[in-house]
């Protein structure tokens, strides 16, 4: 059974950083890409940035470019996403989820392209 599990958020002030974790069980993720979505009240799921498991290629939303980084963990299975400078606008419920390699990338911007997520974890940026 595939598990993906999200943790790590919280409320935290303007300028803080934020690391989140999603640790994936049930199967080898090996041919998966490893994507962060994030979705805020009355507001659609947003891409918010990717990794490639093998290979650690990475695509990120503009919005985020150069404050955020995604790794990952080989020996822990655990995927990372590290978030700095954050306002309240990030407030929001952050995803983990994978999809299956072998589509171009733009695919893994739309949340459809995904086979399993996680519950999501919350995270509240005050002013």
């Known amino acids: 059974q595939v598990q993906l599990v999200e943790s790590g958020g919280g409320l935290v002030q303007a300028g803080d950083s934020l690391r989140l974790s999603c640790a994936a069980s049930?199967?080898?993720?090996?041919?998966?890409?490893m994507g962060w979505f994030r979705q805020a009240p009355g507001k659609e799921r947003e891409f918010v940035g990717v990794i490639r498991w093998s290979g650690g290629t990475t695509y990120y939303a503009d919005f985020v470019k150069g404050r955020c980084t995604i790794s990952r963990d080989n020996a822990e299975n655990t995927v990372y996403l590290q978030m700095n400078s954050l306002q309240p606008e990030d407030t929001a419920v952050y995803y983990c989820?994978?999809?299956?390699?072998?589509?171009?990338?733009?695919?893994?911007?739309?949340?459809?392209?995904?086979?399993?997520w996680g519950q999501g974890t919350q995270v509240t940026v005050s002013s």
């Open positions: 989820a994978a999809g299956s390699i072998g589509y171009p990338s733009y695919r893994y911007y739309r949340s459809g392209t995904y086979d399993y």
């Open positions: 049930g199967r080898s993720f090996s041919n998966y890409f």
